[in-house]
């Protein structure tokens, strides 16, 4: 059972596009992230979301609690955008079996943007 | 500078030979967790720690031990290593665990033949 789920698995835009990722889950959490991963690098932290929407620099971040949905946009898209972008989950207690304060992520969306 | 540092980068070990995989903080932070990463299973949680001296299992902690005795260090044990524990490892902290981001080590990338 997938308990978060993100789309598009795979996308690829010209640069200077508006970018869409969703992500949508099917339980009670605490808090969504959205990690950033370049290829063959690290992870990073881009928002931590708990309710309505967070923006840094190009990047936005929404969630909509009682529709359990979130999207990350990019604005003006650029070739460094290219990378893996993951939403993660902190599950409320009743839902993670013991797991309480760790991530549940969904499988990622390969970003790819063409100059 | 500030962060988590995880070494090492690259690892090769023999099946049935055992390791340790090291994981520091410098941020105080009191939570830290141990994920792996598999092409197409996205990452899952193997250990996890609220704070020294306290550890618990997370998705995966099958053939995995860990032990928190400082705040600062959570090492990860592979004790008989299995070619089904080839993945990338990677450690994280967060100083509250839900109420902020998280922070992630640069990854140990293990083979086990």
């Known amino acids: 059972k997938n308990e978060v789920e993100q789309s598009p698995q795979n996308l690829t835009a010209q640069e200077g596009e508006f970018i869409t990722i969703n992500c949508s889950y099917s339980v009670g959490i605490s808090a969504l992230h959205w990690l950033q991963q370049h290829p063959g690098g690290g992870i990073v932290s881009l928002f931590m979301?708990?309710?309505g929407k967070k923006k840094h620099g190009r990047l936005i971040a929404t969630i909509n609690i009682q529709e359990k949905h979130s999207s990350l946009h990019i604005t003006a898209s650029h070739p460094r955008d290219s990378a893996v972008y993951i939403c993660a989950v902190t599950l409320l207690p009743s839902y993670s079996g013991g797991g309480a304060d760790g991530l549940t992520f969904g499988k990622g969306t390969h970003l790819i943007i063409q100059p | 500078n500030a962060g988590v540092t995880q070494t090492p980068k690259f690892q090769v070990l023999k099946t049935g030979q055992s390791m340790t995989l090291q994981c520091a903080q410098d941020?105080?932070?009191?939570?830290m967790s141990w994920y792996r990463q598999d092409p197409g299973m996205g990452l899952r949680l193997i250990h996890y720690s609220v704070g020294a001296g306290i550890t618990d299992q997370g998705e995966v902690p099958n053939g995995y031990n860990v032990s928190r005795s400082t705040t600062e260090d959570f090492p990860l044990r592979l004790l008989s290593a299995a070619p089904s524990q080839t993945s990338v490892y990677f450690c994280a902290s967060s100083s509250t665990g839900t109420r902020n981001g998280y922070t992630f080590g640069s990854g140990t990338r293990l083979t086990v033949v």
């Open positions: 941020m105080n932070h009191e939570y």
């Open positions: 979301l708990s309710s």
